[in-house]
């Protein structure tokens, strides 16, 4: 039962921080990978961008299909406060088959046309064929992510973000230590496998994760994985929210193509440049995200009990962490400029055009901790219409033209990020403004 504990500082982290350490574990997976694949001795410029390009399409793909983790915790979650869970016994298992079966069957299908997708990211030559081996190791994983999401959803919705944690754990050390012996190899026992190496590393983590996902699944919920034929009363529900959600990822997604896509057309440089910002940005995206779970969490339950007043303070004291946290990490990162650089990459060619554009990923982090807290509130209250149509206009009328504006005069990878800046600023200020107008003049 919510308790109003869950809005002090000590609930809010009580949920945020085990969250927080789980929702890193996947851009620690990437992050890992470019900083190993960048030090590497032969060609690490384009092992580096390649990592960068297939990473970016599995993160497109992960991210378009995860989204089911947000509409099964908000009914989860609406479920475990009417007390009616098994009302909705079955729901997991059909989600999570539904989610197997789609994305088995993407990843069998985007296998066969790996070349022609990297070729659309611009990628020729070495870089191309290093994005192709790269991407038929790692996306074997591709499923098991997907699973490991939805139990996390499930995890999430029974207001339990301890398990997650601790799975998220042991994949991301697992991983750090698997890339260090398969990526450079172990004298007499493995021999080096560079690129491959690094996405066999990540496969093997995401393997254990996903058996451990399995098991607490089963001995710490009261869920069970038995297929019902019968469809869950909420699972229209479900699809629909996570429908739009997807609809929403894709939006979001085509920005991404299009900074790595025109970071590729500038040269080697710039798109391992991009790869090694993006990781940063992506990185300090999920920290922040573990406050945004809390608002995926709780709003849900405060919406159900029609308490706006404890919603809109939620919000608040939200924002006012994310925005300290990402304040932090900013300056940390601020003051560890040059440092951060030279652990992914010894190129100076690279560095020196990563470093033209490694403030402006450090000045926006306080814009994206209020996106970030919206986006999981928003979720919380399943509406997934509206942030479907707000990632639309934010790519497509803001993104997208100040991209082409300030390619135009040649910025590069400064109008790449130019246009991130954008794009989040308008996510920010319209899910402020929607929120305000619909919720605010509720609690008077």
Request: glycine fraction near 6%; charged fraction near 10%; aromatic fraction near 14%.
């Amino acid at each position: 039962m919510y308790k109003e504990s869950n809005i002090t500082f000590a609930g809010i982290n009580k949920l945020a921080l085990p969250a927080l350490i789980a929702g890193i574990a996947e851009p620690l997976l990437s992050i890992t990978d470019t900083a190993i694949v960048g030090n590497i001795g032969q060609n690490p410029t384009e092992a580096l961008a390649a990592v960068g390009i297939a990473g970016s399409f599995i993160s497109a793909l992960v991210w378009i299909l995860a989204q089911t983790r947000s509409a099964i915790s908000a009914t989860v979650s609406k479920y475990l406060g009417a007390k009616k869970l098994d009302e909705i016994a079955t729901l997991p298992a059909q989600i999570i088959g539904i989610n197997l079966l789609l994305s088995t069957t993407i990843y069998l299908v985007t296998l066969l046309f790996a070349t022609q997708i990297f070729q659309l990211y611009n990628a020729d030559g070495l870089i191309l064929e290093y994005s192709v081996e790269y991407y038929k190791i790692r996306a074997i994983g591709f499923p098991l992510t997907l699973f490991v999401f939805s139990v996390f959803g499930v995890f999430r919705g029974l207001q339990n973000t301890f398990w997650p944690m601790v799975i998220s754990i042991v994949g991301a050390l697992l991983n750090i230590g698997l890339d260090f012996a398969l990526v450079f190899g172990i004298e007499g026992v493995i021999d080096p496998m560079n690129v491959s190496g690094a996405a066999w590393a990540s496969v093997i983590a995401q393997t254990v994760m996903a058996i451990m996902a399995l098991i607490l699944l089963l001995k710490k919920t009261p869920f069970n994985l038995r297929l019902s034929f019968k469809p869950n009363k909420e699972i229209k529900n479900l699809l629909s929210i996570s429908f739009n959600l997807f609809i929403r990822a894709a939006a979001l997604n085509v920005a991404l193509y299009l900074a790595n896509s025109y970071a590729t057309k500038y040269g080697e440089n710039y798109i391992a440049a991009q790869t090694i910002a993006f990781q940063i940005w992506l990185f300090f995206a999920f920290f922040i995200d573990g406050y945004s779970s809390v608002g995926n969490i709780v709003s849900g339950k405060l919406l159900g009990e029609r308490n706006y007043e404890k919603m809109w303070k939620l919000s608040i004291k939200l924002c006012r962490y994310s925005i300290v946290i990402a304040i932090i990490l900013a300056a940390i990162c601020g003051v560890l400029y040059y440092p951060i650089g030279r652990l992914f990459s010894s190129e100076e060619q690279v560095l020196n055009v990563f470093y033209q554009v490694f403030w402006i990923v450090l000045i926006m982090q306080p814009i994206n901790a209020v996106a970030f807290v919206f986006d999981g509130i928003f979720k919380g209250l399943a509406e997934a219409v509206i942030l479907r149509n707000l990632l639309i206009v934010a790519t497509f009328l803001g993104f997208t033209p100040v991209l082409l504006i300030t390619d135009y005069f040649d910025l590069k990878l400064i109008g790449i990020w130019i246009a991130f800046t954008v794009w989040m600023l308008l996510r920010s200020g319209i899910l402020v403004i929607k929120f305000r107008n619909k919720y605010l003049h509720k609690n008077t």
